[in-house]
């Protein structure tokens, strides 16, 4: 369950904070501000209509917010003068923690500086792509002349869940449609990882580490941490997650 509200966190908050910074840029004075919003609240729409458009309009949005480049005016007037802002590239939806430089001059100044929350937007992004692997069905293919697992390619099987092995992460448990023999012994479980290390994207095929699960059970200690020394590495393969 929590989870499951962990993974709508994103999409709704994109929905929630673009909406804001929409009405509060009526009059369209940060055309750019503008533009990520839209991103924003079609990034959330398409999270629940369709998952294939939600991906690169999310990643948009969040990286669309880093900029935060803004002059600052100051008019003379009868009461001391007043300062007006005037962006010049700024995406920031509603709240934004800015970190950098700010120059003065005679007119006002100059602030160039970059927005630190999408960060965490960031971190909500990756644990939504894991969580939305959870399910799916894929394929493991060799790729190597020196295959030690003999003749028993190619391998199908489910995604069940994904964890951190050390401090690697994005270790990923296969649960084989049909168990295999290696020396000897009966495998229908592997752990996966692509070889630089980051997400499977659905489609895409990449090249990744297969380690032998000689029991489930054994992953059921993951919350206290699991050395993968426990895991035999035994080939590399192609995966790819449909």
Known sequence: MASKIKSLLLPLLAILLSGLALIGNLSLTNVFQFIVSVVGIAAGIAFFVNKNYFYPLIQAW???????????????????????????????????????????????????KINILPLAFLFLFKFLQSSDLIGRRLIIT????????????????????????????????????????????????????????????????????????????????KENGISKDRFPYVNWAKVEVN
């Open 62 to 112: 969040i990286y669309g917010q880093f900029p935060a480049f803004n002059r600052v005016t100051q008019s003379a007037s009868e009461n001391g003068g007043t300062l007006e802002l005037h962006p010049i590239l700024d995406g920031g939806q509603h709240y934004t923690f800015d970190l950098g430089l700010t120059f003065a001059n005679s007119d006002g100044y100059l602030d160039l």
């Open 142 to 221: 060799n790729s190597r002349k020196d295959n030690k697992l003999g003749d028993i390619f190619p391998l199908e099987g489910t995604i069940s869940e994904t964890f951190s092995l050390g401090e690697e992460k994005n270790w990923f448990h296969a649960e084989l449609d049909e168990p295999f023999e290696y020396e000897g012994n009966s495998y229908q479980d592997l752990l996966i990882r692509s070889r630089e290390g980051d997400m499977y994207k659905p489609g895409k095929g990449k090249y990744s580490y297969l380690r032998l699960v000689s029991a489930p059970k054994l992953l059921a200690e």
